[in-house]
């Protein structure tokens, strides 16, 4: 019906950048919020970024500044740049989306997850 699918992240030393891609497809009416978010092992799932379908964006008060949420409505994606990674940024990160699928329905939907390692 709906997917999200990520791309992007991996191994990166500290300091150093990457960037994660969302793709959402299948019966979608509409795209409205979009957001990342983090989970490390043995914590709760956190919010990163999100940006609404108007461009509207927050970001968790400690992320200011390094990360960036942007989003192209055409492509229907989602876009996370992290700059300045610290190995506390370690954690899988997932996408999310809300999506009017029809006239009255609307859901929310996660991307598989994809890891981001930060080493020190």
């Known amino acids: 019906q709906v997917q999200l699918v990520q791309s992007g992240g991996g191994l990166v030393q500290a300091g150093g950048s990457l960037r994660l891609s969302c793709a959402a497809s299948?019966?979608?009416?509409?795209?409205?919020?979009m957001g990342w978010y983090r989970q490390a092992p043995g914590k709760q799932r956190e919010l990163v970024a999100a940006?609404?379908?108007?461009?509207?964006?927050n970001y968790a008060e400690s992320l200011k500044g390094r990360f960036t949420i942007s989003r192209d409505n055409v492509k229907r994606m989602v876009y996370l740049q992290m700059n300045s990674l610290k190995p506390e940024d370690t954690a899988v990160y997932y996408c999310?989306?809300?999506?009017?699928?029809?006239?009255?329905?609307?859901?929310?939907?996660w991307g598989q997850g994809t890891q981001v390692t930060v080493s020190s």
């Open positions: 999310n989306a809300n999506v009017r699928t029809t006239l009255l329905h609307t859901n929310d939907y």
């Open positions: 940006i609404t379908s108007a461009g509207i964006t």
């Open positions: 299948g019966s979608i009416f509409r795209v409205n919020d």
